[in-house]
């Protein structure tokens, strides 16, 4: 299987992305206005957090927090674990079973934001090379190849 930097060349390295500064209110319009489940956060650039649905609801709704006056810093999960380009795919599909998490930023040596993977975009690239497969043996069990 391929890696995670085919994956990007293919998908583009476009994130939406917001400091911690932001406030929370901000921040979930932008995710609701993109429809994205989460944004990766940054400070200069360098990954330092991931804001996600669940860190609203658990943090700011269950917590009971002004989402107008709660900055994405004090509720983001500060705990992010990121992929380097030359990460397989099966390995960042590993990653995220076992943590549990839907996105993973890729990063370089430095933490610089490259490019975000999600596990939609893994199961799509599974698929189509599951597709090829049966097409492959397809043909070949027709004599075709």
């Known amino acids: 299987m391929g ?3 085919e994956l990007l060349e293919r998908k583009g390295s476009h994130v939406l992305t917001t400091n911690p500064a932001t406030p929370v209110l901000r921040a979930a319009v932008l995710m609701n ?3 994205v489940g989460s944004l990766v956060v940054v400070d200069g650039g360098r990954v330092v957090g991931m804001f ?3 860190d609203v609801l658990q943090r700011v709704v269950a917590g009971r927090r002004d989402p107008e006056d709660t900055r994405v810093g004090e509720v983001m999960t500060a705990a992010v674990v990121c992929c380097s380009p030359d990460t397989t795919l099966d390995e960042a599909r590993g990653v995220m079973r076992d943590r549990r998490i839907r996105h993973l930023p ?3 040596a430095d933490g610089q ?3 975000l993977v999600s596990i939609g975009d ?4 599974l698929r189509a090379a599951q597709e ?3 097409f492959l ?3 070949y069990i027709h004599g075709r190849v």
């Not at 893994?122 to 690239?125: M, P, R, S, T, V």
Request: aromatic share 0%; net charge negative; proline share 0%.
């Open 132 to 134: 090829q497969t049966v």
């Open 106 to 108: 890729v990063a370089d």
């Open 122 to 125: 893994l199961n799509a690239e």
């Open 33 to 35: 206005e993109h429809r």
């Open 113 to 115: 934001l490259l490019g």
């Open 52 to 54: 996600t649905e669940r």
């Open 137 to 139: 043996l397809t043909e």
């Open 3 to 5: 890696q995670v930097r």
